[in-house]
C-alpha cells in the first residue's frame, strides 16, 4: 500500500464522455481515458483492505460479490500509484486473458464490493484495468508468445465468444494445437455482434485475435457445427472439444399481433446493425432501420439500453423501454448492504442519451405489453400496453407481477425490440453432440465441473451456466481449459 492515505486525499475521478447529442452522431467508443499521471492518484486511492472483497467473486445475497476472475485488485491499483506499468501488466495477466474486454463492457463487480463504498466512492478499479492493458498495448508488453513445446494434443473450441477465446488461448499456452469454430463471418461471439461498436470497438476485438492467430491458434469462421459441419467429423479429428456457443435462444413473447413485421429479437436487431457497419459503414442498407420511428424496446437489462442507444443514432423518433418491474431505489436498501450487489438505478449510456435527445428517460416500469396491432399490410403500427402489479399466487404462493384490469393505453410501435433474454442452448448444437441437457436446456455437467456427458466434449460460459456476463464466460473458460488439460495430460498446471 503505497499511499495509506490516498482514499482520503483524492477523490473518485472517472474517465470524460463525450456529450450524449455529440456521440449519437457515431458508433465510436466514447469514453476519454484520464492521462496516466491522473490515473495513478486513483490507483493511490486502493486501501489494501485486510479483506479486499474487490477480488473475492462469493456469492452474497444471491448474486457475486467481486470479480469472477479473482484478480489481484489491490496489488494492481498499487502498481498504478507507484507507476511500475509492467509488473501491474504481469500481474493483471496472472488471472485474466482479455482484461481490454471486460474494461469497456464489465459492470465491474470489483467496484461494488470496494471497501470505500462504505463512507465514499469506490476505487475507479475498472478505468485502472483499462490503463493498464492499453499501456501495455501502446509500450510493447502485449506480444505474442507462442508455446515452446507442443504436446501433441488437439482440442476444437466451438464458438469464439469470451468463453471460447478464453479456454482457447489457455489450452494453447499449455503446448496443445487449438482451433476455434465460429459460425459467423467474424470471430468475437456476441463480444463481436452483440455489444455495439461503441461499448466496445470491434477493432479491439481484432487486435486479440490477430496476436492468438500468431500464438498458433487457428480460426474458422462461417462454420455452423450441426449444419454445414460435421459434429462427428470433429470427434474423430479433434482428442477434445468444449462447447462454448452461448445461450443463443431468445426469450420470446406471447401476445395477440405478435407475428406483425416489424417485430424483431434484439439480438438480431444488433447483429444487423453491427454487421452492416463493419462491412460497408450502413451503405450496403442491410439493417433494421429506426430512422423516424417509435421503437418500443421489451426488456430493461443491457441489452435493452444497447438496442435503446442504437435506436438513436439510427435515428429513432422515439424510444420506450419497457420494464415489468417496479423502478429500484436510488440508494441501497437496508436489506442490500455492502459488500452485497447493490440493486439501485442505474441510468446507462443509452438511459442518458434518450433523456438527452427526447426529453425524457425511456424507462417505463411496471408495464408490459398486452396486444400489437397491425394495419393492412401487416406492419405493426400499435402496442397495447397494461401496467402491472405484485400478487401472490395462489397456487405455489409465489409473488407474481399480473396486469392492472382498465389500465391499457395505446401506443404508436412502428419498430419494436424484444430484449427479454435468453433461454438456453441452441437445440441443433447440442443434438449433434448429443450431450445431456439441464433443465434450463444448458449443457448438464457435474456441479463446478466442465465435462459433458459425452466422452470427450467439454462446455463452458452462457452454454453451461446460461445468460451471464462477460467476465464470468472468461472465467468458465479458463476453468474448462484446465479441466481439458488435465483430461488430456493426466495433471494439469494451468
Known amino acids: 500500500m503505497g499511499k495509506p492515505t490516498g482514499f482520503l486525499e483524492y477523490k473518485r475521478e472517472n ?31 486502493c486501501m489494501s483492505c485486510g479483506v479486499p472483497f ?7 445475497g444471491g448474486m457475486a460479490s467481486g470479480c469472477p476472475l479473482n484478480n489481484l485488485v ?16 504481469n500481474r493483471l495477466t496472472k488471472t485474466h486473458c482479455f482484461p481490454e474486454f471486460t474494461s469497456r463492457v464489465c459492470p465491474a463487480l470489483c467496484e461494488a464490493a470496494c471497501t470505500c463504498n462504505l463512507d465514499s466512492e469506490p476505487v475507479a478499479t475498472k478505468a485502472n484495468e483499462r490503463a493498464i492493458i492499453e499501456n501495455a498495448f501502446a509500450t510493447g508488453l502485449v506480444k505474442p508468445c507462442p508455446p515452446e513445446v507442443r504436446t501433441g494434443k488437439s482440442v476444437a473450441v466451438v464458438g469464439s465468444g469470451p468463453s471460447g477465446l478464453a479456454a ?153 423501454m419497457l420494464e415489468m418491474m417496479p423502478q429500484p431505489p436510488v440508494e441501497r436498501a437496508a436489506n442490500n448492504p455492502w459488500p452485497q450487489w447493490p440493486r439501485v438505478l442505474k441510468t446507462d449510456y443509452g438511459h442518458q442519451e434518450a433523456i438527452a ?18 394495419n393492412k399490410k401487416g406492419e405493426v403500427i400499435k402496442a397495447v400496453l397494461v401496467k402491472l402489479e405484485s400478487k401472490k399466487d395462489e397456487k405455489t404462493g409465489r409473488m407474481m407481477m399480473v396486469p392492472i384490469e382498465g389500465s391499457e393505453q395505446t401506443v404508436k410501435a412502428d419498430l419494436v425490440l424484444i430484449a427479454a433474454g435468453f433461454l438456453g442452448a441452441q437445440k441443433y448444437v ?14 448438464a455437467t457435474k456441479p463446478d465441473q466442465y465435462a459433458t456427458s459425452v466422452p470427450k466434449v467439454f462446455t463452458a ?9 462477460v467476465v464470468w464466460a472468461i472465467r468458465e473458460g479458463r476453468e474448462a481449459a484446465k479441466e481439458v488439460d488435465e483430461y488430456l495430460m493426466g495433471y494439469t498446471n494451468l
Not at 405489453?369 to 397491425?374: G, L, Y
Not at 460460459?461 to 456476463?469: C, I, P, V
Open 74 to 89: 489491490p496489488e494492481w491499483n498499487d502498481l498504478v500509484y507507484l507507476g511500475n506499468w509492467e509488473e501491474a501488466y
Open 357 to 374: 435527445v427526447y426529453g425524457k428517460d425511456p424507462r417505463v416500469y411496471t408495464t408490459t405489453v398486452k396486444e400489437f396491432i397491425q
Open 54 to 60: 474487490c477480488q473475492a467473486g462469493v456469492m452474497i
Open 461 to 469: 460460459g452462457d452454454m453451461h451456466r446460461g445468460q451471464s456476463l
Open 168 to 320: 482457447a488461448m489457455q489450452l494453447n499456452k499449455r503446448g496443445h494445437k487449438v482451433t476455434v469454430y465460429e459460425r459467423n463471418d467474424r470471430v468475437g461471439g456476441l463480444l463481436r455482434y452483440g455489444i455495439p461498436n461503441m461499448k466496445i470497438d470491434k477493432k479491439i476485438i481484432d487486435r486479440r485475435v490477430e496476436l492468438m492467430k500468431a500464438e498458433g491458434i487457428e480460426f474458422v469462421t462461417n462454420a455452423n457445427i450441426g449444419e454445414n459441419v460435421s459434429a462427428d467429423e470433429l470427434m474423430k479429428k479433434y482428442d477434445a472439444i468444449v462447447l462454448a456457443c452461448g445461450a443463443s435462444n431468445p426469450r420470446d413473447i406471447n401476445v395477440p399481433g405478435r407475428d406483425a413485421k416489424g417485430i424483431y429479437f434484439a439480438v438480431d436487431f444488433l447483429k444487423a446493425t453491427t454487421k452492416s457497419l463493419l462491412d460497408s459503414n450502413f451503405e450496403d442498407r442491410k439493417f433494421i432501420s429506426a430512422k423516424g420511428k417509435h421503437v418500443i424496446i421489451i426488456g430493461g437489462g443491457d441489452t435493452g439500453n444497447d438496442c435503446c442507444g442504437t435506436s438513436i443514432r439510427l435515428g429513432a423518433a422515439s424510444v420506450t
Open 430 to 443: 447440442t443434438d449433434a453432440f448429443k450431450v445431456e441437457l439441464s433443465p434450463r436446456t444448458n449443457v
Open 15 to 45: 474517465s470524460q464522455e463525450i456529450a450524449p447529442k455529440e456521440r449519437i452522431q457515431n458508433f465510436n467508443e466514447f469514453h476519454i481515458p484520464l492521462p496516466l499521471e491522473k490515473q495513478r492518484q486513483q490507483g493511490a486511492r
